[in-house]
């Protein structure tokens, strides 16, 4: 990952500011994604858990480790997305939940003795950033994790992504040549993208190519999402019936976690033990 990548991505979160919030509330699609993340996390952290969280953005789910009474380092490599997360949490009850904020790039963890948190939290594709060091990055967030922990993470989804924005990734084609399209779809690497914003997308193939690389166990998996996906009017419709939905999300949350969904979404979590 050059200086120039790693700017990018923070000039693409600074400028992004606020948006990053209402992601996982502006649409029906987007609620689904919060409650997939939220459910996932729900398995790895016990109250009292000491938690770091990589890419904070502005605390969405810091808001949830406070709810499982989890303390939390919240950091990012963004600082307008940590003084965004500042302002959300000022004056709640889970700012009282936050230990620290600071800045971390997801590739330099070394500020941080081994075995020091129960849960690393790196949800909404920071991982994704690191690129070549993605492997090394992961081995710094094990490195930090006390033995028995958890690495619980999403990354972008190469297959999913390429289904669910197909318009944009054909456009995207046209503008910056078939070649460099070949090269994004044969590597899941963006930066040879003009349109997107750049990161590496994986399959879940590559999760567990990762997990025995770094010496760890994979512990679960998850699409973000899967039937959700499609039609937004029809999901907007069976929303607004109260009983219906939360039947809906039961059945697409654990449809997410079935093998066959595994690279269906846009999103891919997984959860790591260290050993
Ligand atoms: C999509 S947002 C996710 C925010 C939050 N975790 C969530 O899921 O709602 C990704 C976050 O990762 C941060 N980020 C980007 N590059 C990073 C890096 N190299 N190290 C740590 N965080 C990074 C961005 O600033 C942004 O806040």
């Not at 200086?3 to 990053?20: I, P």
């Not at 009850?93 to 904020?101: C, G, K, L, P």
């Not at 190519?209 to 973000?224: F, P, T, Y």
């Amino acid at each position: 990952m050059t200086e120039r990548d790693r700017e990018r991505m923070r000039d693409f979160y600074d400028d992004l500011g606020d948006r990053e919030w209402s992601r996982l509330e502006d649409s029906p699609r987007g609620r689904v994604a919060y409650q997939v993340h939220r459910r996932f996390l729900e398995h790895f952290v016990q109250p009292g858990d000491r938690v770091l969280e990589v890419g904070a953005g502005p605390g969405r789910f810091t808001f949830d480790l406070a709810r499982l009474q989890a303390r939390v380092a919240v950091t990012d490599y963004s600082s307008v997305q940590l003084d965004l997360h500042r302002r959300h949490l000022e004056g709640t009850q889970a700012e009282t939940a936050v230990d620290s904020r600071a800045l971390l790039d997801i590739c330099d963890t070394s500020r941080f003795a081994g075995a020091t948190f129960d849960v690393v939290l790196a949800f909404g594709g920071p991982l994704s950033y690191a690129f070549e060091e993605s492997e090394a990055a992961l081995k710094g967030l094990l490195r930090i994790t006390k033995p028995g922990g958890y690495v619980v993470a999403s990354v972008m989804s190469w297959l999913g992504s390429w289904r669910y924005f197909l318009p944009s990734a054909l456009e995207d084609a046209r503008v910056v040549g078939d070649d460099a399209f070949d090269l994004i779809l044969s590597t899941g690497d963006l930066r040879h993208s003009q349109t997107s914003p750049v990161c590496q997308m994986f399959r879940a193939s590559d999760i567990t190519e990762l997990s025995v690389k770094c010496g760890a166990e994979l512990v679960a998996m998850s699409s973000s999402n899967w039937a959700s996906l499609e039609d937004p009017q029809v999901l907007g419709e069976l929303e607004t019936d109260s009983d219906r939905w939360a039947r809906f999300l039961e059945h697409e949350i654990a449809a997410c976690a079935q093998p066959g969904a595994l690279d269906g979404g846009t999103h891919i979590l997984f959860a790591l033990r260290r050993p």
